[in-house]
């Protein structure tokens, strides 16, 4: 793999506009001066060894003087992200741009896109997905490469400030490799129309559960961007409202945690709180224990509710629906979140003033029913 990136680092430098030419490509915008998704951000080759505050699966590679990210060791359908620093809008921009190259001895057969922001709707870490898409790959060089290039309007992005900061998720699915070393996947030349910023967005919790295994509670938290992370602290409560320190993890810069609790009370409730270095923090959704099974815990806000509810959820599977009923029992909203979202939002504006019914469904047989005021 080190001698393909290596002879790729020179082929592109003599004949990329041979190569945008072929428009095989996921998009042709890498033609236009300077390219809609921006310039090149990150390289990789002068960060001193490290990944440069990106996160994720991937580690750091260099081959001569050319620096990149890269996962070993891919296994088809599994998936494998990166997540970027935090970097900010220019104040003109209305798009926000991203882009990368991605090569090695393994073709990706899908990219998903998240974005993370603060939100001034609520003044939350908001998530959105931008979707997904198939890279495509010009084989006219060994090995073959793809040079994705992509914006997303900010109109999109439900309370996005005018030159706000936001953190960019990649995940990445190959469709060949089975574990073997040198089977692998690179990341490279990252780029954005926007400017790094020196104060990063907090951590983002991608994930956070609790399952019972013998007579412990084992606790598994997901994270991107831990950028100004010092530890995360785990809490426990038996009322869901008084919570104690119960144990305390370093950051390790990986993206998974773990932490096992020696607890068998029949009802239980776990967060975990992270602490940056400079004193800020924030927590995971809350997660329940009922006799050993995981029951949902969901916040929804602002209540009352003019225009747009938010619903913060656990990580959700493809199967998750939410239905909104009025006081007569009648569904006039029925949403089905994206999968993996830890979040929802619901377009409550053109709804009359009272009572609704909030139905969250996660497709696994827990169910939860919310009061909602509509002002």
């Not at 998936?79 to 990706?108: C, H, K, M, W």
């Not at 190959?174 to 790094?196: C, E």
């Not at 990063?200 to 559960?209: A, E, K, N, S, Y």
């Not at 619901?346 to 696994?364: A, C, E, P, T």
Request: glycine share 8%.
């Amino acid at each position: 793999m080190l001698i393909m990136k290596k002879f790729y680092t020179a082929y592109k430098s003599h004949s990329l506009s041979f190569l945008l030419a072929t428009s095989l490509f996921t998009t042709n915008v890498f033609a236009q001066t300077p390219p809609v998704c921006g310039d090149i951000v990150q390289n990789f080759d002068n960060t001193g060894g490290t990944t440069a505050n990106y996160t994720g699966n991937f580690m750091y590679g260099m081959t001569g003087s050319d620096g990149y990210l890269v996962k070993d060791r891919v296994i088809a359908g599994a998936i494998y992200s990166v997540t970027t620093p935090t970097y900010r809008q220019a104040n003109n921009s209305t798009t926000i741009g991203y882009g990368f190259e991605l090569d090695g001895s393994e073709r990706v057969a899908r990219v998903e896109v998240a974005i993370v922001y603060i939100s001034t709707l609520n003044n939350e870490m908001t998530t959105i997905f931008l979707g997904q898409f198939v890279p495509t790959y010009n084989t006219a060089v060994s090995p073959a490469v793809s040079l994705v290039c992509r914006t997303v309007s900010t109109t999109e992005l439900p309370g996005f400030p005018q030159g706000g900061q936001y953190r960019l998720r990649f995940e990445f699915t190959p469709n060949t490799g089975n574990g073997a070393v040198g089977q692998t996947i690179t990341f490279d030349d990252f780029r954005t129309n926007g400017s790094f910023s020196a104060a990063p967005l907090p951590v983002t919790f991608v994930g956070f559960d609790a399952k019972r295994m013998g007579g412990n509670v084992q606790l598994t938290w997901k994270v991107a961007g831990e950028e100004n992370v010092a530890r995360y602290e785990v809490e426990r409560s038996t009322d869901g409202r008084n919570f104690t320190v119960i144990g305390s993890l370093a950051t390790s810069k990986h993206d998974t945690y773990t932490f096992s609790d020696p607890n068998t009370a029949s009802t239980v409730y776990y967060r975990v709180r992270n602490v940056d270095t400079d004193g800020k923090f924030k927590y995971t959704n809350v997660a329940r224990l009922v006799n050993g099974k995981a029951s949902l815990v969901l916040k929804a806000f602002p209540t009352p509710v003019v225009n747009q509810l938010t619903i913060q959820h656990p990580a959700i599977s493809s199967s998750t629906l939410i239905n909104v009923s009025a006081a007569d029992g009648r569904i006039i909203r029925s949403i089905r979140p994206t999968a993996g979202s830890l979040q929802t939002f619901i377009d409550m504006s053109n709804l009359q003033k009272g009572l609704y019914m909030v139905r969250f469904d996660d497709g696994d047989g827990n169910v939860e029913t919310m009061k909602i005021i509509k002002q």
